[in-house]
């Protein structure tokens, strides 16, 4: 288990562990309100697919808790919100419109109780989704690891570890499992420009758990594969389409690229609540755009010239004949395409 909590319940509130300040300080925000976890969420105070589902669940549950002594009417119109607000908070996640519509069904199952009884039951259904997460985590990464040699060194991007689920993670829980089985493994971490959350948040959690990691600039990626042995690239996922086409933070696409030249392996690590059957490729995938600050410079330091126009996608989608094989909690699945997503659906 890590050190830390990417996010924790505590009597009526939740707490986010705060990424914005990592590495340089780890503090938690409070939380007690749909509203306050979605604009936690759109301020990438929590981040990562199954981390924002984890924590929408949770602003689910606080709305209700909010509402425990109001009339059912009430209750309804501010659950109604509730779904909103949160819904809205990041486009390109599936994982957050998963973990909504399975609170939603909680509300729906408990019409006929008074309000207490309401917000205990979806506070239940929220930390279930939580122990889920960790226990998918944990079997996702024992699939993953069984990919892995002996002597490992795995390259990775953004991060996809335990600050980005509720425990273990998901590309990083791939490493820790490994090493868990007796496997040596060291990183190779990409930066993640913009944002910065291999730098900040991937090396700072690797560190903390004694995991070799060496940091690289995204543009230095190709020049490491090509110098140095590298037996894979792993990488998390933040929507993966019925075709296999894959939605990760910005770069993602480019690292894929260069794994291909490079003959290695592209792996992506991810739940199956990842999958989005509904949409039939990457193409269909809502692209978020932020900030163009994030680009321009960080914290009080500014690089970019002022008025230069900037474009800040924070996502990209990799083709699924790139993918070498997705890692779920039910498998591997070897070039992922709509029949063989289906069918692990159905397994």
């Given amino acids: 288990m890590t050190a830390f909590h990417t996010l924790r319940w505590t009597v009526d509130t939740l707490e986010l562990l705060d990424q914005r300040w990592l590495p340089d300080r780890c503090e938690y925000l409070r939380c007690d309100s749909a509203r306050s976890v979605a604009q936690a969420i759109r301020d990438l105070v929590v981040r990562g697919a199954p981390a924002i589902g984890c924590a929408a669940a949770y602003g689910i549950a606080l709305e209700a808790l909010q509402l425990s002594g109001a009339s059912k009417r009430q209750f309804a ?3 109604d919100s509730a779904f909103t607000v949160l819904a809205q908070s990041r486009p390109t996640a599936v994982n957050l419109a998963w973990a909504l519509q399975r609170m939603r069904g909680s509300v729906a199952q408990t ?9 205990a039951t979806l506070l239940a259904m929220a ?81 903390q758990d004694g995991i070799p990691v060496t940091l690289i600039t995204d543009s230095a990626a190709g020049y490491m594969m090509g110098r140095h042995r590298i037996d894979a ?25 260069l794994a291909r030249r490079h003959c290695i392996p592209f792996y992506v690590a991810c739940p199956l609540s990842t999958l989005d059957m509904a949409v039939a490729s990457g193409a269909d995938i809502p692209i978020e755009q932020r900030d163009t600050a994030e680009v321009a410079g960080y914290r009080d330091l500014r690089w970019a010239p002022a008025d230069i126009h900037i474009a800040n996608p924070v996502f990209d989608v990799t083709p699924a004949e790139l993918v070498s094989a997705l890692v779920t909690e039910k498998g591997v699945v070897p070039a992922p395409g709509r029949a063989a997503l289906e069918a692990l659906l159905a397994g």
């Fill in 77 to 79: 119109d501010g659950m």
């Fill in 111 to 119: 019409a006929g109780m008074d309000g207490r009884q309401r917000a």
């Fill in 127 to 207: 930390k279930q989704i939580v122990d889920e997460d960790l226990d998918i985590n944990r079997r996702l990464g024992s699939f993953g690891a069984a990919l892995l040699p002996e002597h490992a060194c795995v390259m990775t991007h953004c991060n996809a570890g335990a600050l980005a689920t509720a425990g273990h993670g998901t590309a990083l829980g791939v490493i820790r499992s490994a090493i868990e089985a007796g496997k040596t493994v060291e990183v190779i971490a990409n930066e993640t420009r913009p944002f910065l959350q291999g730098a900040r948040l991937t090396a700072w959690e690797l560190q």
């Fill in 233 to 257: 690239v792993i990488v998390g996922a933040d929507r993966v389409a019925a075709n296999g086409d894959v939605a990760n933070k910005i770069g993602t696409y480019m690292m894929a690229v």
